[in-house]
């Protein structure tokens, strides 16, 4: 039985369907609409960037632009299916006949953890697919492509929201719910979101319905952060501490490891605007490139063991 929209939770119930109800990236989006009314569109398209910042939405408003309806889409987990079999059902997909659509689309989610045989039998259908057939290939780690994939590709990069983008957001969805909820928890929510839209919504949709904003607060501790561990953290980062000690405080930290990231770069740019101090150059180098999986903070940290 298929439930009605306003049974759905909040991150599927407001999932946007066009470009210019998606949130944010306006830059991006601008150009991903200028590419698209091209007269010769591209066939392949890339979309990196943190998990929940809605790549897999913005796919599927792509597809819906080039013409290709839910009969002739097909979305794929590449983490799930990565081998070689996979990707030679789909190039044998790519010749068959569209159901209703002007084309055939294909949504490549996690792409980055297929395999080489994958990407191998995959690189002359991204370069030349038949007339009509569109790619987009999604990921948070788009350093692990091979850079003949992303040579195919048109790449645009996702970005999480801005403090007052997410701020924005939430006030909006609070009122096309005809909620009431405090100034607070609205300032907590947004500040446990780390900047994801579907974050917000699922940090959003737990509470909503709750009496008071109270409640709200109190439900949203497991959300947020831990600032103080954060500082334990970079404290024993600039102290050089054993791996023991550094290990320790990241097994006690539960929190989304680009949340960490960020946290940590602006404790670092406050060291290093209060003087001279290299090693805290050495921890912002270190943590530049996005942490979109814990291995990739833990790896950070031990990369600047001495």
Not at 72 to 83: A, C, F, H, M, T
Request: glycine letters at 6%; one cysteine or more; proline letters at 4%.
């Amino acid at each position: 039985m298929t439930r009605s929209k306003k049974d759905l939770p909040l991150h599927l119930r407001h999932r946007p369907h066009q470009f210019k109800f998606f949130v944010g990236n306006e830059n991006m989006i601008m150009s991903l609409e200028s590419t698209l009314k091209q007269e010769q569109k591209p066939s392949s398209y890339l979309l990196s960037g943190p998990s929940g910042c809605g790549k897999t939405t913005l796919s599927r408003i792509i597809m819906k632009e080039l013409g290709v309806t839910n009969h002739d889409l097909y979305e794929y987990n590449i983490s799930n299916q990565r081998g070689i079999a996979q990707a030679r059902s789909i190039i044998d997909d790519t010749h068959t006949t569209s159901f209703s659509s002007e084309g055939k689309g294909f949504i490549l989610n996690e792409c980055h953890m297929a395999t080489k045989e994958f990407w191998n039998a995959m690189l002359e259908v991204l370069e030349e697919p038949p007339t009509n057939v569109y790619f987009v290939l999604c990921t948070t780690e788009p350093i692990k492509l091979l850079p003949t994939i992303i040579t195919r590709c048109s790449h645009f990069k996702v970005s999480r929201l801005t403090r007052r983008e997410s701020f924005g957001f939430v006030k909006k969805i609070i009122k096309r719910e005809n909620a009431e909820i405090g100034k607070g928890v609205i300032s907590k929510i947004v500040k446990s979101g780390g900047g994801s839209p579907r974050q917000l919504l699922v940090n959003l949709n737990t509470v909503i319905d709750l009496d008071n904003d109270e409640a709200r607060l109190e439900a949203l501790d497991e959300f947020v952060i831990d600032d103080a561990t954060i500082v334990d953290l970079s404290k024993s980062l600039l102290a050089d501490d054993n791996w023991g000690k550094v290990s320790k405080i990241l097994k006690n930290l539960q929190a989304d490891p680009e949340g960490v990231r960020l946290k940590v770069l602006e404790y670092m740019n406050k060291v290093l605007l209060g003087g001279i101090n290299v090693r805290a150059g050495e921890i912002i180098e270190e943590f530049s490139e996005p942490f979109y999986q814990p291995a990739l903070l833990t790896n950070a940290c031990f990369n600047l063991q001495s």
